[in-house]
């Protein structure tokens, strides 16, 4: 290991004594999927519990109310859980933000429950490398960041949220709160087995369009009927028409229909886009409403969008250049080779991108097979990426920026 200082390094080498895996663990053993709130607010609990041990104000934040659209065209309120906020040094010169999820995708009576040593250095657990595992890497910076000799010259907010799975819906303004000012974000979403880091983000968008017809009799009088099921379909085959490079659109499921003998006076058509910049979102957003008016007059019915663009697209600005330039530095000073490509994935460091505000968003283990129950913890990534996390932290307050 390379560093600036005899101090700079022992500081980092106190990786090794901090309680990485066994918290990481003992996190994981309590299921928190997103709409888990018993096993939510007990890892909230546990999480506030430990980020207690720095300094500042730890609070549980109420989640904003999120609306989802039920196959009947209703719109209910969905419950999430709370968010854990964690605010240290707020007058410090330079401050950042550092960001997590505290859910993961398997719900309560989900199979995948536990966690096993597939070999030396390897677990097998759900929500191991996403997230716990990253969200203990978070800590660990930050604790070896308070015994650093620049811990004055910077200050930071944490911000764990419960349904970053989910699209962030009742915690995506307490991020654009957050990030308002920041020099700099990082989010711990995990890396790949490699080390590789994901760089520029497509953007995603869901939307459930509700159509409402006029109901008739399939053999009397059909042609009174405004069959909801027919235009849906027929939406849904236009808006497949939009795909095309640099815009993915997938018409994924239609909720309505009803016995053969009558025309359908109801459907829900829920679809996904994927843009990969913020002309191609653009382009998505008037087409999709130009489509709810030429729908609905051509099939003389009511059609009703619900829905938004969750996750703007992520490109890699100078700013955020720089950034990933400072990471990749801190890496060859602890003898790892860091570098990222793009992804159409997303996850909070689009919204956090949005803002304006560099980031970079798989700082937390390297691990694999997320979302599924082959999901597995690479151990040793744990040590390593504290020590990466530590010193990119450490520089940002050295240097006052980026």
Not at 47 to 70: H, M, N, Q, W, Y
């Amino acid at each position: 290991m390379k560093a600036d200082s005899l101090s700079e390094k022992a500081t980092l080498e106190r990786a090794t004594g901090l309680p990485l895996l066994p918290r990481t663990v003992e996190w994981a053993k309590t299921n928190s999927g997103t709409t888990n709130l018993d096993g939510l607010k007990t890892v909230a609990g546990m999480l506030a519990d430990s980020f207690s041990i720095l300094p500042g104000k730890t609070d549980l934040v109420d989640p904003e109310p999120v609306e989802a659209v039920r196959a009947d065209g209703t719109v209910d309120r969905i419950q999430r859980g709370q968010h854990l906020v964690v605010s240290v040094r707020p007058q410090a010169p330079v401050r950042i933000l550092l960001t997590g999820h505290m859910d993961t995708v398997f719900p309560a009576d989900h199979a995948f429950q536990q966690i096993v040593e597939l070999e030396r250095g390897v677990l097998n657990g759900p929500g191991l490398a996403d997230m716990k595992g990253g969200i203990s890497v978070m800590l660990g910076a930050l604790q070896l960041l308070e015994q650093s000799e620049v811990t004055s010259r910077i200050g930071y907010d944490v911000m764990i949220n419960s349904d970053e799975e989910v699209g962030s819906g009742s915690s995506a303004s307490l991020i654009e709160r957050l990030a308002r000012g920041k020099t700099a974000a990082l989010t711990y979403e995990p890396a790949l087995p490699d080390g590789t880091l994901a760089g520029e983000r497509g953007g995603s968008g869901n939307f459930s369009i509700i159509f409402t017809g006029k109901s008739a009799h399939a053999g009397r009088n059909p042609d009174e009927g405004r069959n909801a099921l027919i235009a849906a379909a027929d939406m849904a085959l236009q808006l497949k028409a939009l795909h095309r490079e640099g815009l993915s659109v997938n018409p994924a499921k239609i909720d309505g229909g009803g016995p053969n003998n009558a025309v359908p006076d109801h459907a829900v058509l829920r679809v996904n886009f994927r843009p990969k910049s913020l002309a191609d979102q653009k382009v998505a957003q008037s087409a999709l409403d130009q489509l709810v008016s030429e729908i609905a007059r051509t099939h003389d019915l009511g059609v009703h969008c619900h829905g938004s663009f969750g996750r703007p697209p992520k490109p890699i600005d100078p700013q955020a250049q720089k950034l990933f330039g400072l990471v990749k530095q801190c890496g060859a000073e602890l003898g790892l080779d860091i570098n990222w490509r793009g992804t159409g994935g997303v996850c909070d460091g689009n919204n956090i991108a949005a803002c304006g505000i560099p980031v970079v968003d798989t700082m937390g283990v390297r691990g694999g097979a997320i979302h599924s129950s082959d999901e597995y913890l690479i151990t040793e990534s744990l040590v390593e990426r504290t020590q990466l996390s530590a010193l990119t932290i450490m520089r940002i307050a050295e240097k006052g920026g980026l």
